[in-house]
């Protein structure tokens, strides 16, 4: 059964104080690891896919990183819009189906 | 951009009845999911669809629901005897091709609340 452990499940931050979330997994074969940020009420806002062990892919502020048992998503001297909760999935092999974790909840405070 | 559309997105609704959730894919997505999270709670895949039949379920999704496509557009989740414990947000999604690791885009959601 596919796992996925996201922590710390909430963090404060000052803007522009940078910081790294983290994301372990325990899957049967990774077709590919998620991003996804969420607002309060909203729906999952797709941020990055990774496929393998030590890719990294980059948007504005956010940087996804990839290992063989977890991934970090870094962001680097925040701003208060980027205030979400950060949502970490993964998809195994032979399966069409997304298993999230409970994601972390960033708050950037002015 | 592109974006999945569902409605409504807030139904209330009695112990009991049914209810169907209809969802608007992207246009040129052939693959469509039903996820759904409980207030406070995970993200829990519900079933996919493709080709006009489920290609995997979870267990929730139990006899109580099902799937259609009655169109060229629309994709729907029917709850045939709504419990309490149904209620949720549920969300819509697609990708354009099935796992290879593509994008699923997410709709905004439809808020189930059963009483």
């Known amino acids: 059964e596919d796992q996925v452990t996201q922590s710390p499940e909430a963090l404060r931050l000052q803007e522009g104080e940078s910081s790294s979330l983290n994301c372990s997994y325990t899957?049967?074969?990774?077709?590919?690891l998620f991003w996804y940020r969420q607002d309060p009420g909203k729906g999952p806002e797709f941020l990055f896919t990774l496929y393998s062990a030590g890719e990294e892919k980059e948007k504005e502020r956010l940087k996804a990183t990839l290992t063989k048992k977890e991934s970090f998503l870094h962001i680097t001297a925040p701003k208060p819009e980027d205030s979400a909760t950060y949502l970490c999935a993964v998809c195994g092999a032979g399966s069409y189906q997304l298993t999230f974790g409970k994601g972390t909840k960033l708050s950037v405070i002015p | 951009e592109p974006e999945v559309t569902q409605t409504p997105s807030h139904q209330v609704t009695q112990m009991g009845q049914e209810v169907i959730l209809r969802c608007v894919p992207i246009?040129?997505?052939?693959?469509f999911y039903w996820y759904r999270q409980i207030l406070g709670q995970k993200v829990e895949f519900l079933v996919s669809f493709y080709n006009n039949e489920i290609s995997e379920k979870s267990e929730i999704f139990d006899d109580q629901f099902s799937v259609e496509r009655p169109d060229g557009s629309n994709f729907t989740l029917k709850i045939r005897s709504t419990k309490l414990e149904d209620s949720a947000m549920y969300f819509c999604?697609?990708?354009?091709?099935?796992?290879?690791?593509?994008?699923?885009?997410f709709g905004e959601g439809s808020w189930l609340t059963v009483v």
């Open positions: 899957v049967s074969g990774l077709r590919g």
């Open positions: 246009s040129n997505h052939l693959y």
């Open positions: 999604a697609s990708s354009q091709q099935g796992f290879s690791g593509n994008t699923i885009y």
